[in-house]
């Protein structure tokens, strides 16, 4: 019997990285309207697309430096290891910051799946 991989859904794939232990990135008013702080940790959206979910990451800084780049791509290769070890295809996008690509993996029929 052949499953059909399901499609990942922000709430999901959510859930995935809190169990995996890693935190998400939360939001906080500032005294100027309009402006938010940020935290560092996981963002999840929705893609352009049913059944595509975007991943990134923000590091709670103002500002972008080696260190922060650095620290960002770290904490990508570690979800991307995670949502992968769950089962869902993982791609790089090119957006205005580095994120994840996640949808659901290639019908794997005849492969012991």
Same mark, same amino acid.
């Given at each position: 019997?052949?499953?059909?991989?399901?499609?990942?859904?922000?709430?999901?794939?959510?859930?995935?990285?809190?169990?995996?232990?890693?935190?998400?990135?939360?939001?906080?008013?500032? #005294?100027?309207?309009?402006?938010?702080?940020?935290?560092? %940790?996981?963002? *999840?959206? @929705? &893609?352009?697309?049913?059944?595509?979910?975007?991943?990134?990451?923000?590091?709670?800084?103002?500002?972008?430096?080696?260190?922060?780049?650095?620290?960002?791509?770290?904490?990508? #290769?570690?979800?991307?290891?995670?949502?992968?070890?769950? %089962?869902?295809? *993982?791609? @790089? &996008?090119?957006?205005?910051?580095?994120?994840?690509?996640?949808?659901?993996?290639?019908?794997?029929?005849?492969?012991?799946?």
């Amino acid at each position: 019997m052949t499953t059909t991989p399901k499609p990942p859904t922000p709430q999901a794939i959510s859930a995935l990285l809190r169990k995996a232990g890693f935190s998400r990135s939360t939001s906080s008013t500032t #005294g100027i309207k309009g402006w938010h702080n940020y935290s560092s %940790g996981y963002v *999840v959206k @929705h &893609g352009d697309e049913a059944g595509v979910v975007w991943v990134s990451y923000r590091d709670g800084s103002f500002r972008a430096t080696d260190e922060t780049r650095a620290r960002g791509t770290a904490a990508l #290769g570690d979800f991307e290891a995670a949502i992968v070890a769950a %089962g869902f295809a *993982v791609s @790089h &996008g090119t957006r205005m910051w580095d994120d994840l690509i996640v949808t659901a993996p290639a019908d794997t029929e005849g492969e012991g799946r």
